[in-house]
């Protein structure tokens, strides 16, 4: 597996790994609060869902080869990973407050509290563990698509996203809790970069770019990308202390 393929792998198993660890905590809450039938029930009804439509437009788009394809699908990764490295950015100067897992879990019961009591067939459990797992997971899929047909062959992104769901649901059975200490903000940050060098390495190609070193140049471009959100997150700190 070229260099290529290993950061699209990489970007698709950290992506997958933090989108599948907040679908983990809404189940886990529904769970313990509804029966496990239903919400396990639903949570594997919207992955079937989600796998049968990656299934059917995947390939179709991974074998495509029109450059403009591949100059759409580079922009949307690039916007992609900017979204979520602004996100992480404004997280780590402290303009918006880090996610917390353990608080989504309590208020996910507590909104729960008043609903009618689960029978053995519970549709509020079900809903709710479809609806997260599809919201999740629809991130996820547009990665792992997106990186097929970016060209690092959907094999490497389908298998990232797989490993990631192996490990949340092994931790999950075996904590049966929020994934509360996970550095969720530091995992999306790497995911940020890791999407924001794919997007702007696949950008340059489909616009006739010929990048130094090939594939090999996707370390230099996350470095770089790497740097300048340290330097972001200093320069908006700096900003802040000022006022």
Request: charged fraction near 10%.
């Given at each position: 597996?070229?260099?290529?393929?290993?950061?699209?792998?990489?970007?698709?198993a950290l992506a997958?790994?933090?989108?599948?660890?907040?679908?983990?905590?809404?189940?886990?809450?529904?769970?313990?609060?509804?029966?496990?039938?239903?919400?396990?029930?639903?949570?594997?009804?919207?992955?079937?869902?989600?796998?049968?439509?990656?299934?059917?437009?995947g390939p179709a788009?991974?074998?495509?080869?029109?450059?403009?394809?591949?100059?759409?699908?580079?922009?949307?990764?690039?916007?992609?990973?900017?979204?979520?490295?602004?996100?992480?950015?404004?997280?780590?100067?402290?303009?918006?407050?880090?996610?917390?897992?353990?608080?989504?879990?309590?208020?996910t019961r507590a909104?729960?509290?008043?609903?009618?009591?689960?029978?053995?067939?519970?549709?509020?459990?079900?809903?709710?563990?479809?609806?997260?797992?599809?919201?999740?997971?629809?991130?996820?899929?547009?990665?792992?698509?997106?990186?097929?047909?970016?060209?690092?062959?959907?094999?490497?992104?389908?298998?990232?996203?797989?490993?990631?769901?192996?490990?949340?649901?092994?931790?999950?059975?075996?904590?049966?809790?929020?994934?509360?200490?996970?550095?969720?903000?530091?995992?999306?940050?790497?995911?940020?970069?890791?999407?924001?060098?794919?997007?702007?390495?696949?950008?340059?190609?489909?616009?006739?770019?010929?990048?130094?070193?090939?594939?090999?140049?996707?370390?230099?471009?996350?470095?770089?990308?790497?740097?300048?959100?340290?330097?972001?997150?200093?320069?908006?700190?700096?900003?802040?202390?000022?006022?």
């Amino acid at each position: 597996m070229g260099t290529h393929q290993l950061s699209a792998a990489a970007a698709a198993a950290l992506a997958s790994f933090v989108e599948f660890v907040e679908a983990l905590t809404v189940i886990l809450a529904l769970g313990a609060s509804r029966g496990w039938v239903s919400p396990l029930a639903g949570a594997a009804a919207a992955a079937a869902t989600l796998a049968a439509a990656a299934a059917a437009f995947g390939p179709a788009l991974q074998h495509a080869q029109l450059a403009w394809l591949r100059l759409v699908v580079g922009l949307l990764i690039l916007l992609f990973g900017l979204r979520w490295l602004r996100k992480s950015i404004l997280r780590a100067a402290g303009i918006i407050p880090l996610h917390d897992e353990a608080a989504a879990f309590a208020r996910t019961r507590a909104s729960l509290a008043g609903l009618p009591a689960a029978r053995r067939w519970d549709w509020t459990g079900f809903a709710g563990a479809y609806q997260v797992t599809a919201l999740e997971g629809s991130e996820v899929a547009f990665i792992v698509v997106a990186v097929g047909a970016g060209g690092a062959g959907l094999l490497p992104a389908a298998a990232g996203a797989a490993t990631a769901l192996a490990a949340v649901v092994a931790l999950g059975l075996l904590l049966h809790r929020p994934l509360a200490r996970i550095p969720e903000n530091t995992l999306k940050c790497l995911v940020g970069i890791l999407l924001t060098a794919l997007g702007t390495f696949w950008t340059g190609e489909a616009l006739g770019a010929e990048w130094p070193a090939a594939d090999w140049s996707l370390p230099a471009i996350s470095l770089a990308w790497g740097a300048l959100t340290l330097l972001l997150v200093r320069s908006v700190r700096h900003r802040r202390a000022a006022r």
